[in-house]
C-alpha cells in the first residue's frame, strides 16, 4: 500500500507502476457494495486517506474544492458554517470519501433534487493511466469550451485515471426540517404523498426513502423501537421529509400532506416527528442497514433504478419471481422512491452459487432496460456486476467503453477487471 499526499505523488506511483506492469487499486472509504476496490497479491493499493484536505469553501459562489479523501461528513460540517451543503447524503456520509463517490457517481436520498454526483462536480483533477494530471478545475457552471472530459472519470471507478481533487457545486442549507412517516397501503399512494410533497408550498421536499414492511420491521426490532399508534403492519412505509426557512409552516405543511394522505387512504397510518431527537430516530430505522447484514451474514444485495410509474409491479414482479426460485426468498426492498432507486436484499446468507446468482439476477434484470431502468442505480459494476452490464447494454455503447479503455490504460495499469471484463463474455439476454 502507497499513502500519497498530493496529485504529484499519485502521479509519481503511477508513472513507475506503469514502467515496471504493475496494476493499481485505488482505494478510498471502504464503502463499496460491488467489489470495486478488491484488490489482488502483486498489485498496488493507493489509498487516498492522506489527501484529506479542504483546500477551499467559496461561500458567495457556492462551490468547495477539497482533495479526494475528504470524508462526505467533513465537508457537510465544513459548509454548515456557511449555511451550505454538498447537496448529496448517503447513510455512510461518514466514511464515504468524495473521491470514491465521484468515481462510482453516487446518489443518496436528495438526488431528485439535486442530482446525483456526476450535478455536483464542477470540475476536477485526476491521473492519468500512463503518469500524467488531467486538470481542469473549473469552478463555473457555464463551459463549453470542448468536451467535458471530466464525465470519463465520473463513475468510472477508477478505471480511467484516479480522482485526487474535486470542485464540489453547495447548496443552501434549509434553516429547519419536518419529518413524517405515513404507513400506506400501496406504492401508488406513496407516489401520491411524494407528489403531495413536491408541490407543497410549505417547503421542499429533502427525501422520500420507502421502507418496505420486512426491511422496517427489522430494523425496528433490532432498534427497540415501537411507537402504539404507528403499528408496522403497512405494506410500505414512506419516510418524507421537507426543508425551508419556517418551521410553523413546514409543520403545518406536513400536517395538510398526511390529513390529505388520509382523506384518500383512511386505511393510511402516520407518524409526525415532534422533536429534532424524533426526527432522528425516524430516520435511523431507514439509514441502519447494518441490520440486514447482521441477520443474514453476506446478504446479496442489489441496486436498481425503475422508472417511478413502473414500481409497483416491479417489486411484485421481483417478489413472485424470487418465491418461485425458492419458496424462503423474501427479499427486503427499499430506498430513495422520489428517483426510482431500489435497494433488494435477500433474507439469505451470502454468497450465492452460480446458478441461484444467475437466476436471481434474470428475476431482477428481466425487461428492465426495456422499462427505461438500470440494473446499477448508484453502487456502480464492481467486479459483481460485469455480466449484468455486458448482458444489458447497448452493444454499442458497450463498444465505446471499451475503445475508451483501450486509448486510455492500454497496459490495464488502472484498476484491471472491474467495470469491464478482462476478457470477453457471452452477451446472454436476460428473459
Not at 454538498?86 to 468524495?98: F, M, S
Not at 464540489?168 to 442549507?173: D, G, W
Request: hydrophobic share 45%; aromatic share 4%; net charge negative.
Amino acid at each position: 500500500m502507497v499513502l500519497p499526499a498530493s496529485t504529484a505523488e499519485v502521479a509519481a506511483v503511477v508513472a513507475i507502476a506503469r514502467v515496471h506492469g504493475v496494476s493499481i487499486v485505488a482505494q478510498g472509504g471502504h464503502t463499496g457494495l460491488v467489489g470495486g476496490c478488491q484488490s489482488h497479491p502483486g498489485q498496488i493499493v493507493l489509498s487516498l486517506a492522506r489527501m484529506a484536505l479542504i483546500e477551499a469553501i467559496y461561500p458567495d459562489e457556492r462551490v468547495a474544492i477539497v482533495q479526494a479523501g475528504v470524508a462526505l461528513e467533513a465537508l457537510q460540517n465544513a459548509a454548515i458554517a456557511h449555511g451550505l451543503e454538498p447537496g448529496i447524503d448517503l447513510a455512510a456520509r461518514g466514511t464515504a470519501t468524495i473521491g470514491g463517490m465521484v468515481s462510482t457517481n453516487a446518489g443518496g436520498i436528495m438526488a431528485h433534487r439535486y442530482g446525483v454526483m456526476r450535478h455536483r462536480v464542477l470540475g476536477l483533477e485526476a491521473v492519468l493511466p500512463d503518469g500524467t494530471i488531467y486538470s481542469d478545475m473549473t469552478r463555473v457552471v457555464k463551459n463549453t469550451a470542448g468536451y467535458d472530459l471530466k464525465h470519463l472519470f465520473i463513475g468510472a471507478e477508477g478505471t480511467l485515471g484516479i480522482v485526487t481533487r474535486v470542485v464540489i457545486k453547495l447548496e443552501p442549507l434549509p434553516q429547519c426540517t419536518a419529518t413524517v412517516m405515513l404507513g400506506l397501503p400501496s406504492v401508488a399512494a406513496t407516489l401520491e404523498a411524494i407528489n403531495l410533497a413536491l408541490r407543497s408550498d410549505a417547503g421542499h421536499l429533502r427525501a422520500a426513502e420507502g421502507l418496505w414492511q420486512s426491511y422496517i420491521q427489522l430494523t425496528a426490532q433490532a432498534q427497540g423501537w415501537s411507537e402504539p399508534s404507528f403499528p408496522l403492519d403497512q405494506p410500505v412505509c414512506l419516510l418524507l421529509m421537507l426543508g425551508g426557512a419556517n418551521q410553523a409552516d413546514l409543520n403545518e405543511g406536513i400536517e395538510q400532506i398526511f390529513g390529505e394522505i388520509l382523506d384518500r387512504h383512511p386505511t393510511a397510518t402516520g407518524i409526525i416527528a415532534a422533536s429534532k431527537r424524533q426526527e432522528a430516530d425516524l430516520w435511523r430505522l431507514r439509514e441502519d442497514t447494518d441490520q440486514l447484514y447482521r441477520a443474514h451474514a453476506a446478504a446479496p444485495s442489489y441496486d436498481v433504478s425503475v422508472p417511478l410509474s413502473e414500481i409497483g409491479a416491479y417489486v411484485d414482479h421481483v417478489k413472485s419471481g424470487l418465491a418461485r426460485i425458492d419458496a424462503d426468498l423474501d427479499p427486503y426492498v427499499f430506498g430513495h422512491l422520489a428517483d426510482g432507486n431500489l435497494h433488494i436484499v435477500l433474507n439469505r446468507t451470502g454468497p450465492l452459487d452460480d446458478a441461484m446468482s444467475s437466476a436471481v439476477e434474470h428475476v431482477l434484470y428481466a425487461n428492465l432496460r426495456a422499462l427505461g431502468g438500470s440494473f446499477s442505480a448508484e453502487h456502480g459494476v464492481g467486479t459483481k456486476r460485469i455480466a449484468a452490464l455486458v448482458a444489458t447494454s447497448d452493444p454499442v455503447k458497450f463498444a465505446t467503453m471499451m475503445r475508451i479503455k483501450q486509448a486510455l490504460d492500454p497496459d490495464q495499469t488502472l484498476n484491471p477487471g472491474k467495470v469491464l471484463p478482462s476478457q470477453p463474455l457471452a452477451r446472454e439476454k436476460f428473459q
